[in-house]
């Protein structure tokens, strides 16, 4: 199994709404991660986990809140978004934090009205 | 400017060799990447390179890294509509090893 698994596929939501992103793996990766990617713009990074234990937050805005249960899984909990947020959010895996070999999901398409 | 810059769009014939480009900033940085993600998809990793190489070739891909113009090119043979896709480059530096992107260069490919 080499797949990163995200969902939803898209997501529409209000400005005041909570809503959360997932993320699964099972190919027994240490490090996972959150890119934002919007239109014809680089993926961004925002967030790390590094054996469950968020290691790098890129400055993120407090209204995204990752977690990480499980060292399978990985959360976007979203919550007083602004329509600036629109993008597609990508998870990604690697062995450990320090190999550049990441494993992307699709991506989850959110758009925030 | 961005830290890894590349051309937005290459259109080419099928059979035709592309030859997708990208410029970095950082001459630190250790590795450098190439990935396709292709309509629908996520980032798939296609290859990378050390700083301390040249040239790199997988079957039908060659990288080539110009580390004094700070250039990495992607060549892919015999070039297939398969091969349609928006490819990113990237870089990553001693520490921390995650790497940056470029915006992506949509490949399309024409009968």
Redesign the interface.
């Known amino acids: 199994d080499t797949e990163v698994t995200q969902t939803p596929k898209h997501l529409v939501m209000g400005m005041t709404n909570k809503k959360s992103l997932k993320c699964e793996q099972h190919m027994g990766h240490r490090a996972m991660y959150w890119y934002k990617q919007k239109a014809k713009k680089p993926p961004e990074l925002m967030f790390v986990y590094s054996y469950e234990k968020l290691s790098i937050n890129e400055s993120v805005p407090s209204r995204f809140s990752p977690e990480c249960p499980n060292s399978s899984l990985l959360n976007l909990h979203l919550h007083a978004l602004q329509p600036e947020d629109s993008a597609l959010y990508l998870c990604a895996s690697s062995l450990g934090q320090g190999t550049g070999e990441l494993f992307f999901g699709e991506g989850s398409r959110l758009t925030v009205l | 400017g961005?830290d890894?810059e590349q051309s937005?769009f290459l259109s080419v014939r099928e059979g035709d060799s592309s030859v997708i480009n990208c410029t970095y900033t950082d001459s630190s940085s250790t590795?450098l990447?190439w990935y396709k993600q292709e309509p629908?998809?996520?980032?798939?990793?296609l290859t990378?390179i050390f700083s301390n190489m040249d040239m790199k070739q997988d079957q039908r891909l060659t990288v080539l890294l110009n580390k004094k113009d700070k250039h990495l090119s992607l060549r892919i043979a015999d070039t297939q509509t398969g091969d349609s896709a928006i490819y990113?480059c990237?870089e990553?530096q001693g520490g921390?090893?995650?790497?940056?992107?470029?915006?992506?260069t949509s490949l399309i490919v024409h009968p």
Do not use: K
């Not at chain 2, 921390?96 to 992506?104: E, K």
């Open positions: 961005e890894v937005l590795y990447y629908g998809a996520g980032l798939q990793l990378y990113f990237a990553s921390s090893y995650i790497p940056t992107f470029g915006r992506g």
